[in-house]
């Protein structure tokens, strides 16, 4: 057989594999199309469809009304907030699951999980007992001396970021524990042994190679946070309002589906446009070592 006639046979074989494989992804790439993409078309058409036709008006609104921009930036704010604090605290309890020996890792990883088991209105009303004036917190701080007055807890935007990073620590302790724990333990004494002390160790060994689990870590705290309405909504008490809040009011109070549409595919694009900035700077298949 002829060189060409090898390299034709090559593309046959490469050719019907790539339809094998699109054949076995068609259902699931039809359901997404279907669940994701149809409800997307549908918010987008919504958003420059009125009485009249084809209109930019509620686009106009959220440029022009300063109330749409102000509720945009606290969104972003609490969940890059939320984001941060979760890594700080996540990492401590995903770094000690994965080096605990024992039963002590399955202890942890339980507590972690523990939320998990509980609803997240019952959590958020909780937070709402322990953080009001005469809560847990304020009776305290009373009896110790440390303030005079009851501290204004709840219904602030304190008590929206304690309760959403409450909820979301688990969403970066087990990226984060799956990352740690795929860490050699050889590279470890490799670098006790070579005469690296602790931090240093911590700083050119671990922390690199957890990088994918803070960042796959962050990527879904991040997401998660965009969308809460239910926590701000409660601990927030009308003070600390995010997009859900607005796409929420602008259906119930207002029945305009037409703006709430347009917030909403805003700010998709807005963190459409965030990923692929950060993905310009920093590419994903360089942090989670597929490059």
């Keep these: 057989m002829s060189h060409q006639a090898i390299n034709n046979a090559l593309a046959r074989a490469d050719r019907s594999e790539q339809m094998l494989y699109l054949l076995l992804f068609a259902p699931a790439l039809l359901l997404v199309l279907l669940f994701l993409g149809g409800p997307l078309a549908v918010l987008a058409y919504q958003s420059i469809h009125g009485p009249d036709g084809l209109t930019f008006v509620n686009y106009l609104r959220i440029l022009q009304e300063p109330v749409y921009w102000k509720t945009y930036f606290d969104t972003f704010k609490i969940s890059v ?17 994965a080096v605990a020996r024992g039963i ?11 939320p998990f088991w ?27 001396g440390v303030i005079d007055t009851p ?7 304190t008590a929206v970021l304690i309760g959403m990073l409450h909820v979301m620590i688990p969403f970066m302790v087990f990226p984060l ?15 006790h ?39 701000p909504e409660l601990l927030g008490g009308g ?3 995010m997009v859900s809040s607005l ?28 990923f692929w900035t950060v993905n310009r700077v920093l590419p994903v298949e360089k942090i989670v070592g597929m490059k």
């Excluded at 501290?151 to 935007?157: E, T, V």
């Design 81 to 97: 907030l939320v984001t941060i604090l979760s890594i700080a605290l996540g990492y401590p309890l995903a770094y000690a699951a």
């Design 104 to 114: 002590w890792s399955t202890v942890i990883l339980a507590l972690v999980m523990l």
């Design 118 to 144: 509980t609803s997240v209105l019952v959590r958020t009303y909780s937070w709402l007992v322990i953080l009001q004036r005469k809560g847990i917190v304020n009776t305290t701080l009373l009896a110790l």
């Design 151 to 157: 501290l204004s807890l709840s219904h602030s935007f």
């Design 177 to 191: 524990y799956a990352a740690l724990s795929k860490i050699p333990s050889e590279l470890l004494h490799a670098g």
């Design 193 to 231: 042994s070579l005469g690296g002390g602790p931090v240093y160790v911590f700083r050119r060994i671990i922390l690199p190679l957890s990088l994918p689990g803070v960042f796959a870590g962050s990527v879904l705290v991040f997401i998660l946070c965009l969308g809460f309405y239910l926590t």
């Design 239 to 241: 003070k600390t309002i």
């Design 247 to 274: 796409v929420q009011r602008n259906v119930e109070l207002y029945l305009h589906f037409g703006a709430a549409s347009a917030v909403a595919m805003v700010l998709l694009a807005t963190v459409l446009l965030i």
